[in-house]
């Protein structure tokens, strides 16, 4: 799968090269995605998994862990829509919509999802235990 999603990648960043794009504007693209995977995203989520470790007991910990690595891409994904950037006085109808409202719904849905699905799994282990035991 990995493999696939590389060559995938390759090709698709090929084709722009031959047909969109210049050389030097996707070089420096491909430089800031690296840069803010490594200096941003990368140690947020090191530092998140360390709190976790610390403060949430190890059965809950995978769950805590989803929530926050998907809480977090949807915070980094949906940051600059929710200050504004690239939205103008004299065009009401760029970024029209409250992201910030749609931001915390969201994430209120991921971290509501993880719990009704941990939920479902104790209760499923619940079952087997007392099928077994009986």
């Known amino acids: ?14 084709y722009a090269l031959s047909t969109v ?4 504007g996707v070089l420096l693209f491909l430089l800031a995605v690296v840069l803010l995977h490594d200096l941003v995203f990368l140690p947020a989520v090191l530092a998140a998994g360390c709190l ?7 059965r809950r910990q995978p769950a805590a862990r989803f929530a ?3 809480g977090l891409a949807v915070v980094v994904v949906a940051l600059p829509m929710v ?4 939205r103008s006085a004299d065009n009401p109808t760029v970024l029209p919509r409250p992201y910030g409202q749609g931001l915390i719904l969201i994430v209120g849905l ?5 719990v009704l699905g941990r ?3 104790e209760r499923s282990r619940g079952r087997r235990r007392r099928s077994r035991s009986g």
């Open 110 to 114: 991921v971290v509501m999802s993880v």
């Open 119 to 121: 939920k479902g799994i």
């Open 21 to 24: 794009a210049t050389a030097a």
């Open 1 to 14: 799968m990995r493999i696939a999603l590389v060559g995938t990648g390759a090709l698709l960043c090929l």
């Open 52 to 58: 976790i470790r610390r403060w949430v007991p190890p």
């Open 83 to 86: 200050l504004g950037f690239g």
């Open 68 to 70: 926050g690595v998907v």
